[in-house]
């Protein structure tokens, strides 16, 4: 229930913007089209919260909590004043030795993510600072390979080696700003917090992303 009403928030918030827009082009007759950007970013968050069925029978927890880096990049094109829409595709990281399991799970487990989806955004364009708000819907997985007995660096059979492998569907919300370098190069910073759902239950480990990168305007 709570990702269909994100859905429903971030559609509104885009029409709202939408109508506004085009209340605009009739009074000042603006262009629809205004042009297009994409580039890559990279970022780093944090990333916590235990997924249900992620215990030993000895009743150790395996999931992991903690540091998150990766890399991706988005394309959008610019309609009308403020409306922005394209899409994303990201890739996400957690090791091991970065988390709160690094003293119990071994060397070379992992949480890896990746998604992609469509994004729609409102943004200002100011001089030389460009503001923004908006979201992303779309899809991904999440792969976790939890070696509790065992070693990445020999050819022995493991003794004790979870790999679990879940899809979701997302829903995105995100704040940023671009930065103008020149007219056609901007260095853009992102702030979000993807909520993974699957089975309608929120998927865990979550948290928040901090997004740096270039991004390039036609």
């Not at 910073?189 to 699957?198: E, K, S």
């Amino acid at each position: 229930m709570r990702h269909k009403l994100l859905y429903i928030l971030l559609w509104c918030s885009a029409m709202v913007f939408a109508q506004n827009d085009t209340t605009a082009l009739k009074k000042e007759k603006v262009r629809v089209f205004q042009g297009c950007s994409g580039g890559m970013m990279v970022h780093a968050g944090y990333l916590f919260g235990q997924p249900a069925g992620a215990i030993l029978p000895t009743g150790e927890q395996i999931s992991m909590q903690g540091l998150t880096y990766g890399l991706g990049g988005s394309m959008r094109v610019n309609l009308m004043k403020h409306l922005r829409i394209g899409c994303e595709g990201f890739s996400s990281n957690v090791k091991s030795g970065m988390t709160d399991q690094h003293d119990f799970l071994q060397k070379g487990s992992y949480i890896r993510t990746g998604w992609g989806g469509v994004i729609a955004d409102a943004c200002w364009r100011l001089e030389k600072v460009w503001p923004y708000i908006g979201g992303s819907v779309g899809g991904g997985a999440m792969r976790t390979l939890s070696i509790v007995d065992g070693s990445q660096d020999d050819w022995q059979a493991e003794g004790v080696a979870i790999l679990h492998k879940q899809g979701f569907g997302y829903v995105n919300p995100y704040v940023g700003m671009d930065y103008c370098i020149t007219k056609r190069i901007h260095a853009t910073f992102r702030l979000d917090w993807m909520l993974a759902f699957a089975n309608k239950q929120l998927v865990f480990p979550t948290g928040p992303r901090l997004y740096v990168g270039i991004m390039f305007c036609h």
